[in-house]
């Protein structure tokens, strides 16, 4: 695979891609999932958990980003104690063709006296093991991460677990937990059609073999990921991954909301999710995609953030991937919860516990709409 650019004209056509034997009838569409399906939208607000019980920021003074190994069994039952309604991680296909969830497009070690670094989907699942906790008395690689600014960190956090594949996701996750599944591809390298459908296709076996009536949804960056997984079954939802235009990229199709939402109608995808501070910038393309009808979910930091996940939900957005999980689940819960007007704020209707919860007029809203996205560019 030749690292360069490339621009949308060169990418395969995907309009003729076959269907496989791992393509399913209509009867079994979202067989197991509640919160979104075609036509439909539950008033319910989502929450996930980003890998887990939130991603690892080794960089952070905040404890909470390196409490739990993200990316592990672990995390993703951490994550569902406090009662998130998926859980989205990363996953990449080995060398010997085993989908394995790990973020990071390389997995860094200090061996033999210096740091080494190896491509994931170069390794196979044996070498893929060898790093981190172990799984009997062997002690592993010890394994280092490397920050965008190149700063290299050893990674370690409070609560350590091993790497995990997909398949033993599936089976030692609670399965009552929905999974975002990720479809992780490099986006530096230019994948051939057949790469692609092959790694989907190793991923949709394992899938289809364990999911049971497990919600799920698939996501991806890559466009033509996207779209292949959707041609390749129809049994589960599609989500396109975008920057919401907060970054450039040589393929245009991943720079804003507009080519977003063009994929997904054009390739019958099921929403979107974008960085957050895209569909704040934004706000109108909300409405859009709604009149599309395409759920929208975002993702980002801002997601910590308390008041800026209330604001989606006033929005209209269908829900959101976080780190924080105990406090912005605990927060989305008295979202949901039915309410009664009280003097003093807003009373739950079962509890009777008073709130401090916002209310907004429309105008009131409507002035915080046109002001989030000056917020936004300070």
Request: glycine share 6%; net charge negative; proline share 4%.
């Amino acid at each position: 695979m030749a690292l360069k650019a490339v621009h949308v004209s060169d990418v395969p056509n995907l309009d003729h891609v076959p269907q496989t034997s791992l393509s399913v009838p209509p009867s079994r569409l979202f067989r197991g999932t509640v919160i979104f399906r075609w036509g439909s939208r539950s008033s319910r607000f989502t929450v996930i958990g980003h890998r887990g019980k939130g991603m690892n920021a080794l960089s952070s003074s905040d404890r909470r980003m390196k409490s739990v190994k993200e990316n592990s069994i672990l995390s993703f039952n951490e994550a569902g104690r406090f009662g998130v309604d998926f859980v989205e991680f990363d996953v990449q296909v080995t060398r010997d063709d085993c989908p394995v969830i790990f973020h990071d497009n390389f997995i860094l070690a200090q061996e033999e006296g210096g740091i080494t670094e190896k491509r994931a989907t170069e390794l196979t699942l044996a070498e893929f093991f060898s790093y981190g906790p172990q799984r009997d008395v062997q002690i592993g690689k010890t394994m280092l991460r490397k920050a965008k600014d190149g700063r290299v960190y050893n990674w370690t956090v409070e609560a350590d677990d091993s790497l995990c594949t997909l398949q033993e996701a599936f089976l030692k996750v609670d399965p009552h937990l929905g999974f975002n599944i990720e479809l992780k591809f490099d986006d530096n390298i230019v994948y051939r059609e057949d790469e692609l459908t092959h790694a989907l296709q190793v991923i949709l076996q394992v899938v289809f073999e364990c999911a049971k009536d497990r919600p799920i949804i698939f996501s991806s960056f890559q466009p033509d990921a996207a779209q292949l997984i959707r041609k390749l079954q129809n049994t589960y939802p599609v989500f396109f991954l975008t920057n919401g235009g907060n970054e450039i990229y040589s393929d245009v199709r991943r720079n804003s909301l507009d080519e977003a939402m063009r994929i997904c109608v054009t390739s019958g995808l099921q929403g979107i999710v974008s960085e957050v501070r895209g569909i704040f910038r934004n706000p109108a393309m909300i409405q859009r995609i709604k009149e599309a009808n395409l759920n929208l979910l975002t993702y980002g930091q801002l997601n910590n953030v308390t008041e800026a996940v209330y604001m989606q939900h006033l929005m209209g957005i269908d829900g959101v991937i976080v780190d924080l999980v105990e406090e912005i689940t605990e927060a989305v819960s008295d979202f949901n919860k039915p309410v009664i007007d009280a003097e003093d704020g807003l009373v739950d209707s079962g509890s009777m516990k008073v709130t401090t919860r916002p209310k907004f007029s429309e105008r009131e809203l409507s002035f915080l709409l046109k002001l989030i996205p000056e917020l936004i560019r300070h």
